[in-house]
C-alpha cells in the first residue's frame, strides 16, 4: 500500500494511530509541535477493554512489569488530621496503573523505527481535494497525503482547520486545574492526599519516587490566557491558591520552581462527527472527556483502535470505515463523558458543609 498518512500529535493518539495504521500498511508521518515528546502528567488507567488493545499492540508484558501499586487515599484537613482514608485494593488482572511517561515513551520504541516524525512542527492550512489533502506547515514546507488524522489534544490545530473553531464543540466544566511533578516524595509512597477548601482541590499522588501536584479550582466563567504561555500559567495558580491552608505554601514553592508543568480548563469535546471527507480526529481532540474521567490515555489508545478496525472491517473503504467509527464508538464515549462531568462534584466541592459530608461518608 502507498497511501501516505498525516497524523497531527505524537501523544497517546498519535503514537496509537501511527502503530495501527503502519500495520495496515500505510506510510505514516507524524508531527509534533514540541520538540519532542511531551512529559509530566498524571499515570495512566488501563482498565477492560484497554487491556485488549495492548495486548494486540504487544504492550501488555511491558505495561505490567511497570505497573503502580497505588495503596491508600486519605482525605486530609487544615490541621493535617486524616479525616477519611480509603484502602485501595490490589487492582485485579483487567485493571493496571502506569506512569504516563513510561507508557509514553513504550508506544514510541513500538513504531519510531517504522514511522517518520518530524518535531517542533505544525499544520497550517489543509486543503482537501478528490483524491488527497494538501497540507501547509509552519516551517514553509507542503506536501500531499491521502488521509490526515488530528490526534492533537482539546486545542487541536485540524480540529480548527476542517471543523471550526474550538468554542463551537468544547463543554467548559468550570474547572480549571494544573498538574506538576517534583523527583521526590513529599508524602508516603504510593499514597494519595486530598484536602479542599470550597471550589479547591489539592491533590498530591506519590509513586515511583515522585510525586505529583494537582491543583484544581472552581470558575464560573472562562479565563482568557495564552495555552503557550506556562509562566502566566503558574502565575494564575499561584494567585488562586495563595492563602489557602494545609501544606498548601510548601506546595506552591514546588510548583513554582519545578518542571514539567500543565495547566489547562477542564472540559469536554463534543462533536455530531469526528471525521470529514478524508481527515479524523482521535483522542482529546474529538471526544475529550476530561482528566476527572481518568481515562485520557486509555480513550485516546481506545479510539485509535475502534478507527483501525473499522478500516479493517471495510477494507479501506474510508467513508465506510469513518462513518462505523463514529457509530461504533460514540455510545461509550458518551457514557465516559457523563460519569466524568458528575466526578468533578466530588472532587470539588462547592462549601465546607459539602466536604465534611463527603469526607464522613
Known sequence: MNKRILISGASFAGLATAYWMNKRGYHVTVVEVASGLKKGGTPVNIRENTVDIVKRMGLFEHIREHQIHMELTEFKNADDITEKSEIREPLDDNEYEIERDI???????????????????????????????????????????????????????????????????????????????????????????????????????????????????????????????????????????????????????????????????????????????????????????????GMGGSLAIDGAAALADALEQHQDDVELAFQTYNKSFRPFIEEVQETAAMMVDFLIPQTEEAIRERNAQ
Open 103 to 293: 507508557l509514553l515513551r513504550m508506544m514510541y520504541d513500538a513504531v519510531k523505527d517504522d514511522v517518520e516524525f518530524v518535531f517542533s512542527e505544525s499544520i497550517t492550512s489543509l486543503t482537501e481535494n478528490n483524491d488527497n489533502v494538501d497540507v501547509t506547515f509552519k516551517s514553509g514546507q507542503q506536501r500531499s497525503y491521502d488521509l490526515v488524522f488530528g490526534c492533537d489534544g482539546i486545542h487541536s490545530i485540524v480540529r480548527k482547520l476542517c471543523f471550526g473553531k474550538e468554542e463551537e464543540f468544547s463543554h467548559f466544566l468550570k474547572t480549571y486545574f494544573s498538574i506538576t511533578i517534583v523527583d521526590k516524595l513529599l508524602i508516603r509512597e504510593n499514597t494519595t492526599q486530598i484536602y479542599n477548601e470550597p471550589g479547591k482541590t489539592v491533590m498530591v499522588n506519590a509513586y515511583n519516587g515522585k510525586t505529583d501536584i494537582v491543583l484544581c479550582f472552581s470558575s464560573d466563567h472562562e479565563i482568557t490566557y495564552d495555552y503557550r504561555n506556562e509562566e502566566q500559567q503558574r502565575e494564575l495558580i499561584v494567585e488562586q491558591f495563595t492563602g489557602m491552608n494545609w501544606r498548601v505554601p510548601e506546595l506552591l514553592e514546588e510548583v513554582k520552581n519545578s518542571s514539567p508543568f500543565y495547566f489547562d480548563k477542564l472540559c469536554q469535546m463534543k462533536m455530531p462527527s469526528w471525521t470529514k471527507g478524508r481527515v479524523a480526529l482521535v483522542g482529546d481532540a474529538g471526544y475529550c472527556a476530561s482528566p476527572a474521567a
